[in-house]
């Protein structure tokens, strides 16, 4: 079996231009350590207070709508002192995300939120966020979004720096918890869109599966905009229409999916499916039908991301899925792991093999629980994930997030040195339902839902 190290040093080659070409002290955290989730707790704290203090500083400076909610709350860089004091740096509810204008104002909406000068770009009167967002990305930012039931996205702006640590983080998470499971040359299948025509952050970011395996499928290759999304939901003509065009693409999907799975059962090759869990589902669904049984065993790979929600009112529980995974994939539930993350952190928490509890990273990010008044909630407790994120530097990246989560400072199944979420998360009671995957499987899976 290869050693980690090597394991890590191979990746790191593989992804060579995902590195800055000086590591700065907000991003030590991410590049430095081979182990990240076995870095001694002292370093760790070293790397994070860091890394954290280094992006807090940055904000402050150069974000006058973040310097002025600190002046509000009271707080300077000089009274972050140690870990202890990252209770003061004042945190954004995600919901602030949501609350851009149309037009020339989204530009200059985002310009608040952006930390440091936007490029500049010409917006005409008529542009939809879309447009504009493609105007900024075309002048080298990564704007992207997810979005949510009530309609209204999240837009977070990255600079590239910034996208691609988060790129670099979310492979190098998964991949050291796969370990030894990752080599370059397997099969992969992207259960997203195509990360270059889409601006949905769930997809964008699965383009550093391209350079991490060397040959990638892609399951939705259409482009997928704010407006298909939005208009596919519409009870209108033109939403049926869309809808039955998009059904008939997904059973094309179902089908080519299906198709390769057979051609890489037959042939023994290694194989990973990253993306949405509920394609796979589907996919799943059609084999059971037909009584068809595959047996990948070790040489398969299931990394799931974006949320269970299966159909309109069902959730998908982790576990059966692993178990359908297992029985109709011959996939063992070690090789299926899920991740948490969204579009407006760089942290990445991913499952482990032995208990499957979501491992924080501890390096350059640091999670919070609280309680409704904002006070952290001991290990064990439910309350509202929030998080520090060092890497995010072209946003504040200091966030209320609106899931419930349970934290626990060592995890009860395996000996990695980081604290972990329970094994599911859930959005908080009237928080609106949301997902990475939600919007493509609200689309994807009217047709199959019955
Ligand atoms: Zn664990």
Not at 85 to 109: C, H
Not at 111 to 129: E, R
Request: with cysteine; proline share 5%.
């Amino acid at each position: 079996m290869i050693k980690f190290d090597e394991y890590i040093k191979n990746l790191n080659k593989r992804l060579e231009s995902y590195f800055p070409e000086s590591i700065a002290p907000n991003e030590e955290g991410i590049f430095k350590p081979l182990d990240i989730y076995n870095v001694p707790e002292r370093e760790a704290n070293e790397y994070k207070f860091k890394s954290i203090k280094y992006a807090f500083k940055h904000h402050y400076e150069n974000n006058s709508f973040y310097k002025k909610f600190c002046k509000d709350s009271n707080v300077t860089p000089n009274d972050i002192k140690s870990i202890e004091d990252f209770k003061k740096i004042p945190l954004i509810p995600d919901k602030f995300f949501k609350t851009y204008p149309s037009g020339n104002e989204f530009a200059m909406w985002l310009a608040t939120v952006y930390t440091g000068d936007l490029p500049d770009i010409v917006i005409n009167k008529n542009d939809s966020h879309e447009k504009i967002i493609n105007k900024f990305n075309k002048a080298g930012l990564v704007i992207s979004y997810s979005s949510g039931t009530s309609g209204r996205h999240t837009f977070i702006p990255r600079d590239k720096r910034t996208f691609h640590d988060s790129e670099y983080a979310i492979a190098k998470s998964v991949i050291t918890m796969v370990y030894p499971f990752w080599e370059y040359d397997m099969y992969g299948y992207v259960l997203m869109p195509n990360p270059l025509k889409t601006n949905v952050f769930a997809g964008k970011v699965c383009s550093v599966y391209f350079d991490a395996i060397k040959d990638i499928e892609v399951a939705l290759d259409r482009e997928i905009t704010a407006d298909l999304i939005q208009a596919a939901m519409q009870n209108n003509l033109k939403g049926r229409i869309i809808r039955y065009a998009m059904q008939r693409e997904n059973k094309k999907m179902i089908e080519r999916i299906i198709k390769w799975l057979r051609e890489k059962n037959k042939n023994k090759d290694k194989i990973s499916f990253v993306g949405a869990p509920f394609i796979l589902y589907f996919v799943m669904e059609e084999l059971a039908k037909n009584g068809e049984i595959m047996d990948f065993g070790e040489n398969g790979a299931v990394v799931t991301g974006g949320g269970w929600k299966i159909y309109e009112d069902k959730r998908l529980p982790v576990e059966k899925f692993r178990k359908m995974v297992e029985e109709i994939l011959g996939i063992p539930p070690e090789n299926c792991l899920d991740l948490y993350g969204m579009v407006e952190g760089n942290g990445w928490m991913v499952h482990c093999p032995e208990g499957h509890y979501l491992h924080l990273p501890t390096t350059y990010y640091h999670a919070r629980v609280l309680d409704e008044n904002g006070e952290d909630v001991d290990y064990g407790e439910k309350g509202r994930f929030a998080f520090l994120d060092g890497l995010a530097m072209s946003y504040p990246g200091f966030i209320i997030s609106g899931d419930e989560v349970r934290m626990y400072e060592k995890c009860p199944a395996c000996e990695r040195q980081t604290p972990v979420l329970e094994p599911e998360v859930k959005r908080a009671a009237g928080a609106e339902m949301r997902g990475c995957a939600e919007e493509m499987r609200r689309i994807l899976s009217m047709d199959m839902s019955g």
